[in-house]
């Protein structure tokens, strides 16, 4: 499998932790040896290391050192557009009434993160929307939305949106869509966000990463989401394959 492209660091971390879900890895097995996984990938060593340093600092890999690479934590990693239950039908399952607000929408310079993920440059800007998902009236996710710059996000009335992301990226692009790729892991809440979710900085929350990519495998959207799961559930549907 050979990876190119600017978004090639990006792509190694995507097939890494595909490889420790599809392998069924859990926590303390051991990843192939760096000259193998290099090899498999058709990458540098120093690309891979990277990928490496970014996966250790997320909690997913701890790397010691004369010894190997090992699983620290398990990633949650789905890889088709129908396995995220929408948001509506999150909040519904739950008994409440979604209710979607666009707390802010314009364009932005990214984190590194959201660029490395987009394959920008540095004083590249990209629309930025804030959203809040609510159930009756108790804010239960946030969502940051970056998205990909040559898409027209002005077509959309913002104010008026009904949450459902896959359906504008897939009117408004020529290619198809074809995965969404998510990690899922607790964490504290963030002093900046809990503001909008209602709740002391630090609370325990379920953190989610979504990128979105379209068949040529570029990445259009990627999202940070805070889920406040005290009140409502992440489901989550896995697609059986059998042929």
């Known amino acids: 499998m050979a990876i190119n ?9 995507a097939y890494l932790l595909n490889y420790i879900s599809q392998n069924h890895l859990q926590r303390n097995d051991q990843l192939p040896s760096e000259a193998t996984m290099a090899k498999m990938l058709g990458v ?3 690309t891979l290391r990277e990928a490496y340093i970014s996966l250790e600092n997320e ?9 190997g690479t090992f699983v620290a934590h398990s990633p949650v990693i789905r890889d088709s557009l129908n396995e995220f239950s929408p948001f509506a ?7 409440y009434t979604p209710i979607f607000q666009t707390l802010a929408m314009g364009p932005e310079i990214p984190p590194a993160d959201v660029r490395d993920v987009l394959g920008i440059s540095t004083d590249e800007t990209v629309p930025h929307i804030k959203r809040l998902v609510r159930a009756d009236q ?7 939305d970056y998205i990909a710059p040559f898409i027209d996000v002005t077509k959309v009335d913002w104010d008026t949106f009904d949450g459902s992301m896959v359906r504008f990226l897939a009117a ?6 074809h995965q969404i790729q998510s990690s899922i892991r607790a964490a504290a809440l963030d002093p900046e966000i ?38 409502v559930e992440l489901n989550i549907v896995r697609m059986l394959r059998t042929a």
């Open 44 to 46: 540098s060593r120093n």
């Open 138 to 144: 108790r804010p239960v996710i946030y969502v940051d």
């Open 5 to 13: 492209t600017s978004t090639r660091l990006h792509q190694v971390k």
């Open 194 to 231: 809990s503001q909008y979710l209602e709740l002391a900085e630090g609370t325990p929350i379920l953190s989610v990463r979504s990128t979105i990519y379209t068949v040529d495998n570029r990445p259009v959207m990627y999202s940070k989401i805070c889920f406040n799961s005290d009140i």
């Open 89 to 95: 039908q999150i909040i519904q399952d739950g008994g």
């Open 59 to 67: 909690g997913i890999i701890v790397r010691r050192h004369g010894i």
């Open 172 to 177: 408004s692009l020529d290619t198809p869509l």
